[in-house]
């Protein structure tokens, strides 16, 4: 029997309760399917700040690189946004992604059949289905260049470095034409090559790499039209390559056409299989302890996880079924809820998925 080593970022919000939720799919998956699951707990982002004065600790780290696979439930809230930004939650999140060299986020938005009343294009424009996968470069760009504050001329003024080496974007790029050719064959690069220097180099850089994949069909849109594209027509798109800013921005943008943030799933990998998994929402203070967040997207994560990371395909599969069956079964929590369903909340829907393995 397999045993998988994973580490707990429960976070703050609710991210401790929609991690529960994925603890016993993962739990009752690895009862199906024949194999056991070692869980470490570890502090990152507010959570980590209250404890220990910092957002990441090194102890955070060091039990992240002992274990095979992270799952991440939300970090940040009001109570934390004074803070300087090195010492905000979310600079927790750009450590660990450094840390453990993950470097390509896979994002994928898709629409549920059941789901499809969410969405908010008309019928007519998403069709039958949609199904995109945004990968997003995650350690170089904007979020990692040279960045500080000076005064010119008596005034303050701010800056932030959009860099990018040759080496980053190949190997992000290898990504997103590897998981193109897996799907439906066709990978449009976003960027920004009519204007930035930096987006001229990403757009020389994946023409290269496309020379190695001649079954993938490339095209290329600067970043304003791709976000007009994305809710003109999403149906055109298949995988999406886009640069950490550009990523950030269009998978959230994604999330929407797809009915609901509370239903998208993210992987964040690097040369290895150890990824961290995490839904792309935040942490919602404002419904913490309510018991009504939307555990589906954390769930949804573990299957990434199990795919990705453990090669645990039949059991990704189970678990995207089970998703499909609650929700064809009609129970919605209150982020997706219409009328003529079955409201529920959090511990409610985590049961289901459970019952429907």
């Known amino acids: 029997m397999n045993t998988y080593k994973i580490t707990l970022l429960r976070g703050d919000g609710i991210g401790p309760e929609i991690v529960a939720e994925a603890i016993k799919v ?36 060091d039990k992240c690189l002992a274990s095979d696979a992270v799952l991440l439930g939300a970090v940040g809230g009001w109570k934390w946004d004074n803070l300087p930004g090195n010492r905000r939650p979310e600079a927790g999140l750009l450590g660990i992604r450094g840390a453990l060299e993950l470097y390509a986020n896979l994002r ?19 069709g039958d289905s949609m199904d995109i996968m945004v990968v997003r470069e995650l350690t170089g760009g904007i979020y990692f260049g040279k960045r500080g504050r000076e005064t010119v001329d008596g005034v303050e003024a701010a800056y932030d470095t959009e860099y990018y080496t040759t080496t980053e974007v190949e190997r992000i790029a290898r990504v997103a034409f590897e998981s193109a050719r897996k799907r439906g064959g066709k990978l449009c690069n976003v960027d920004k090559a009519n204007v930035l220097e930096s987006s001229r180099l990403w757009r020389e850089t994946v023409l290269r790499v496309a020379t190695e994949y001649p079954d993938v069909q490339l095209s290329h849109l ?65 419904i913490a302890g309510k018991g009504i967040a939307n555990p589906l997207a954390t769930i949804l994560s573990i299957s990434m996880m199990l795919r990705y990371s453990f090669d ?46």
């Open 312 to 357: 645990e395909f039949a059991a990704a599969d189970a678990i995207e079924a089970a998703v499909e069956k609650v929700l064809e079964d009609g129970l919605r929590t209150p982020d997706i809820y219409t009328q003529g369903g079955k409201k529920v909340g959090t511990v409610e829907m985590g049961d289901a998925v459970v019952a429907a393995l």
């Open 222 to 286: 600067y970043i304003d039209n791709a976000a007009m594209q994305l809710v003109r027509n999403p149906k055109q798109f298949d995988v999406i390559l886009a640069s950490n800013i550009f990523g950030d921005i269009l998978s959230d943008e994604a999330s929407q056409v797809a009915g609901s943030i509370g239903m998208l799933a993210s992987a964040s990998l690097g040369n290895g299989t150890r990824g961290l998994y995490e839904p792309i929402h935040g942490s919602a203070p404002d």
């Open 26 to 61: 993962l739990d009752k998956t690895g009862e199906r399917f024949g194999f056991a699951l070692e869980y470490t707990e570890a502090l990152m982002g507010g959570c980590a700040i209250d404890a220990t004065g910092v957002p990441l600790p090194q102890e955070t780290i």
């Open 108 to 126: 994928p938005a898709k629409i549920y059949g059941p789901l499809k009343g969410a969405c908010p294009l008309r019928p007519d424009i998403i």
